[in-house]
């Protein structure tokens, strides 16, 4: 039944949230970011260092799409009243908020998988290139941060414009912050876990160490999970109206 | 009717930004010039490239005759495996020169240099990728045409279905 009522309420989200153009202007953010560079790391041998060669617009990108598909879901149904409309109904208050967070975070992950992939014949990579995983990896962890700092303010604030501007202000200030830092900030991360596994996986001794891939790999795990599990506590016990 | 207009906006959307994708792709590549040095009699292949489906341009400058082929990947193994010969672009006897290819295919290139004289050669290559890649143009074109088939039939189709009833 639980799961049944979750499946109706994805496809509801999907008609609801992803209608036209969001999806495609998603889509087309997606390819604009990743692919817009030509080719320069020309060389056969490390030819796959092309994929990381467009990260930063991609993050900036992948910032703006969070933060306005997670704010119009959240925020906006809260203020628009969709919310109370569909707690009338026999719904339970945790499969409304699951429904919400699977459908936004996987159309945007496959959005993105999708766009990643054309790398694969646009330079000439194995599918099983490992690198190539090592990267979307980087991206689903990524994601999963960005979505639970997305729902958290989308519920505490919930006005739809200004939880859009505070998805959006706070990774980017956090970024400026960081700096380069190799734990806070995502450039620093992604690059960590990004040469570490590109020594490993060309046959090269990391020189990278291990706990520190670690530390990179549960960092945004655990805010995630934290930022996650008061977003789904709120949202059980919240008072909507 | 609506899934089929939907669909065609989806692929005529991907096709645009592929469209204009593949154009912010075509900025020139320039190569920083190589230079080799090479022994009499010598065969030297330079590293293995990508290369894609796009106008490239290849000067070369040398104070003696030298011999270039182009190898693509079965060349390469060609070569490297059984040092067997198979090139798909071949130029002798050039000492200064400029030499335009246009390639069809994605994939691994390299340059063979023979050195057919009895001096010791400085040679200065350098090579300029342009124009637009050929393979994404083809793929985002068939995509937007795809669309817009999509949209046209999703249009037309109900009016046919109206007249029939």
Redesign the interface.
Known sequence: MNLKSLFRLIIWELEENWS?PI??IV??AA??SI??????H????T?YRNLISNMGITHLILILIVGAVFSRSFAGSLSRGEVKTLLSYPIKRWILFLSKFYTNFIVIFAVYVAVFSLHI????LSPFEPIFYVLLTSLLLHLMLLCAVAIFLSLMIKNEIISFLASILLPLGLEVIAGNDKFLSFYGRFELFFNYFEQLTRGRLPEIAFQDVVLVISLPIFISVLLFTLSFIYFSNMQVD | MRKLLRLGVIFLVIGLSLLLTTALRGSPIYIQPIKLTITPHEWVMLNPQLWMPRSIKLSLFSISEIDVYILDEYGINAWCEEKRLTSIFTLNGVKQSTLELQLNERGKYAILIHNPSDLHLDVYISITLYMLEKDLLSASIALTTMGIIAIITSKILPRYATRGM
Do not use: D, K
């Open positions: 036209f999806l495609e889509i087309s390819i604009f692919l817009n560079q030509p080719i320069t020309l060389e056969f041998e030819r014949p646009l330079l000439a």
